[in-house]
């Protein structure tokens, strides 16, 4: 199971963009989906989750502004995110976990988009 992660750019503050992180492999179900970023000499955080069964759970600074969905046909999640500010700007990452045909359980990362929100 591989995670294509993309959408990030360079936005200005206010904006908005949209990631999407692809899952590709012999998918039964994926059980949660979470975003995670990094910014420049900080530690990566947990930005959002998306559960299977349609819990979503937000960091406090990004609550209002930021919104999850998923497409269970495409086995894609996404990753909306509004009112961009300054302080957003990080390599996003998305997170998956899961069960596959035959491979069975997987956690996998994608490669990291990165998204820059000037001033």
């Known amino acids: 199971v591989q995670l294509q992660a993309s959408g990030g750019g360079l936005v200005q503050a206010g904006g908005s963009l949209r990631l999407s992180c692809a899952a590709s492999?012999?998918?039964?179900?994926?059980?949660?989906i979470n975003w995670y970023r990094q910014a420049p000499g900080k530690a990566r955080e947990l930005v959002a989750s998306?559960?299977?069964?349609?819990?979503?759970n937000y960091t406090d600074s990004v609550k209002g502004r930021f919104t999850v969905a998923r497409d269970n046909v495409q086995n894609t999640g996404y990753l909306q995110m509004n009112s961009l500010k300054p302080e957003d700007t990080a390599v996003y990452y998305c997170?998956?976990?899961?069960?596959?045909?035959?491979?069975?359980?997987?956690?996998?990362w994608g490669q990291g988009t990165q998204v820059t929100v000037s001033s």
């Open positions: 997170n998956a976990f899961g069960y596959a045909y035959k491979l069975g359980a997987f956690d996998v």
């Open positions: 492999g012999n998918i039964f179900s994926i059980n949660q």
């Open positions: 998306d559960h299977i069964d349609g819990r979503t």
